[in-house]
């Protein structure tokens, strides 16, 4: 998605040449690369032990699912960022040939919005543990789990409809292949082509801003709020872990993907107005690689923020690592439930602590 994004309105050859312009342009190509570098291996690293572990060696559970569909979104972007890696590191380059360009740009869309829409789906199945523990126990089933996480999959492939579409490889005037968006099914000559990209920039930013963004961050706003809300008015909340990590979870996705989001949408509003030649857009340009790089930060953190932060989950994963695994994970909200409900005591905090 990000590397698609970013091509979207002006070729890297072209930007390049923009870059130049502008002190400090060393930093500004290799700051990407480190941070997407960094995503990588901290991305294939633990949500790869997050598959292993909970999709190997442990019984499925409606948790479980849920954590096994966000670690193989983050998994499977993270596995296609050296190829775009490399392709900074060429200057905008791409010598992996047609069909890499397709499948790299369309799996790294599909994974990227994915991840993001479960993390609005886990939020919301967290805040419905926490609040209606009744009908939990009651509906709350993995057959119900299989069908809910299908809608976010469905989304992401819509959202990454345009990138399948328009991917391409393309030459420039020296020969040098690009990995970009092709506007040649758009119209018969260039001006027509560029009209209507322009025509269409602006819903689509619009509604890519919406839906990719505030909806999701709106979700994880208030279920998390709600969740709070709960530890704060029952009163049983020991320690202050469960606030920052909820604190966390929405202070990182927010920090992540907002700048991305404000400068994506920036360049579709102000498409009409200005051209890519003007310094405004110029510099706008020049800042999609450097937050698209920050947005992506985000797949490599959720292992971080939604498994090792949780305190339970941390310290029996680290005790039990190789021998006794199975056990230690073994845990699902729903145990947290019954145990809670049978014993009288109050939810929300054994919700939050198996979080």
Known sequence: MGSMEANISIPPYESEGML???????????????????????????????????????VHTVTIIYYLNLAFAD???????????????????????????????????????????????????????VLYPVWVQNHRSITLAKKVI??????????????????????????????LVSLESLGSTEEEQVKILIAILLPLGIVRFIIGFCMPMSTIFICY????????????????????????????????????????????????????????????????PQTMSLACFNSCLNPILYVFVGHDFRERLIHSLPIRLEKALSEDLVQTINTAASSGAPLAEGELRAM
């Open 225 to 288: 709020g709600l969740i709070t809300g709960k530890i704060h008015r029952t009163g049983i909340m020991k320690s202050s872990r469960p606030f920052w990590v909820l604190t966390a979870v929405v202070a990182s996705f927010f920090i992540c993907w907002f700048p991305f989001q404000l400068i994506v949408l920036l360049v579709s509003v102000w498409a009409k107005e200005i051209t890519m030649y003007e310094d405004n857009y110029k510099v706008l340009l020049v800042l999609i």
């Open 75 to 129: 998994f499977s972007f993270s596995a296609t960022l050296p190829f775009l890696i490399v392709s900074m590191a060429m200057r905008g380059f791409w010598p992996f040939g047609w069909f890499l360009c397709k499948f790299t740009n369309i799996m790294m869309a599909i994974n990227q919005y994915g991840s993001i829409f479960l993390i609005a789906v886990i939020a919301l199945d967290r805040c419905i543990c």
């Open 150 to 179: 299908t809608g976010p999959w469905i989304l992401a492939g819509v959202f990454a409809l345009p990138t399948f579409i328009f991917s391409n490889t393309i030459n420039d005037r020296q020969g040098n292949v690009h990995c």
């Open 20 to 58: 130049h312009e502008f002190a400090g342009y060393t930093v500004l190509w290799i700051l990407p690369m480190m941070l997407l570098s960094l995503t990588f291996v901290l991305g294939v690293l633990g949500n790869g032990l997050v598959i292993w572990v909970a999709g190997f060696r442990m």
